[in-house]
């Protein structure tokens, strides 16, 4: 009898268009996935994959079968969020997906949470790609954009200040930056170039030459810990550099730069006793804390 599981392997080697990145995707060895791939192959009596020197390569037959199990594969997910979305008590898990900037801090929050509603499970994925929350990734996710899938519930719950910092030794040795043209003679703590996601990363790479740039890393923590080192000046959130210590807000009145931040829930999700009261404690914890997430004055 043809298996799910079998099924969702084939999908993700799909996607991942090779072996070794499916089984890393899966959790799984290589030779795992492609003993699995063989027996759904021996079994449905089809070769669903070519190998190419890039990687694999889908059959006439695979296309078709992946076709067809991407519609079950919605399907089977709409009826877990059916049954999840009934639930009329506060209890079970609710996976959260949330940017590193924010896991450190929610996590702590979450204490006074677990003491409210002690029969939820939170799961915290930490992740700073967008979590498919259609395909169940997560129940909720915490996003620094409006998302316009229509079958997507959002919720406004404050703004993300960034800027630029440095630690006070550094400024003390290297004076302080006036104008964005004065970064041209300062040392620079950026991102690894695949990791510019941030408008004040973005905004670094335009304003300092490249040969300034004499830290990167795709860490945030390491980012922000290179700074406080003495290392450089570089751009970071205003939230973490607070919660942080030990850095000083240079260009203020020229770099306030702000996002927006959201709570997202699939449609068929809202009602649920758990993600409701989960979405709740998160829209009240955001609130809270409008001011210093938004790096403003008062916080």
Do not use: C
């Amino acid at each position: 009898m043809l298996e799910w599981d079998g099924l969702r392997d084939f999908v993700t080697v799909a996607e991942a268009g090779s072996l070794s990145a499916g089984a890393k995707r899966l959790k799984v060895s290589q030779p795992t996935i492609s003993r699995r791939i063989s027996a759904l192959e021996t079994h449905l009596k089809t070769r669903l994959f070519d190998r190419v020197p890039r990687g694999l390569e889908l059959t006439e037959a695979g296309e078709d079968l992946l076709q067809r199990v991407r519609r079950m594969e919605l399907e089977a997910l709409a009826i877990e969020r059916f049954a999840l979305g009934t639930d009329a008590m506060p209890e079970g898990a609710v996976r959260i997906s949330v940017i590193e900037l924010f896991a450190e801090w929610l996590a702590e929050e979450f204490v006074a949470f677990s003491r409210s509603y002690p029969k939820i499970r939170i799961e915290l994925i930490v992740d700073n790609a967008s979590a498919n929350l259609v395909r169940r990734e997560a129940d909720i996710a915490v996003r620094m954009f409006r998302p316009d899938q229509p079958d997507l519930v959002a919720r406004k719950v404050g703004e993300h200040g960034l800027g630029f910092f440095a630690s006070p030794d550094y400024l003390a040795k290297h004076g302080t930056p006036k104008r964005f043209r004065d970064l041209r003679e300062h040392d620079i703590v950026g991102f690894d170039e695949a990791a510019i996601v941030s408008n004040t990363a973005k905004a670094m790479e335009r304003l300092a030459p490249r040969e300034r740039y004499v830290f990167r890393s795709n860490g945030l923590m390491v980012h922000v810990a290179a700074m406080k080192a003495g290392i450089g000046v570089g751009g970071t959130s205003a939230f973490l550099a607070g919660r942080e210590g030990g850095l000083v807000r240079v260009l203020e009145d020229k770099a306030n730069i702000m996002q927006e931040i959201w709570l997202v829930t699939h449609e068929d999700l809202r009602r649920s006793a758990r993600v409701r009261a989960t979405m709740d404690f998160l829209a009240a914890v955001f609130e809270r804390n409008r001011a210093a997430l938004a790096g403003t004055p008062e916080a």
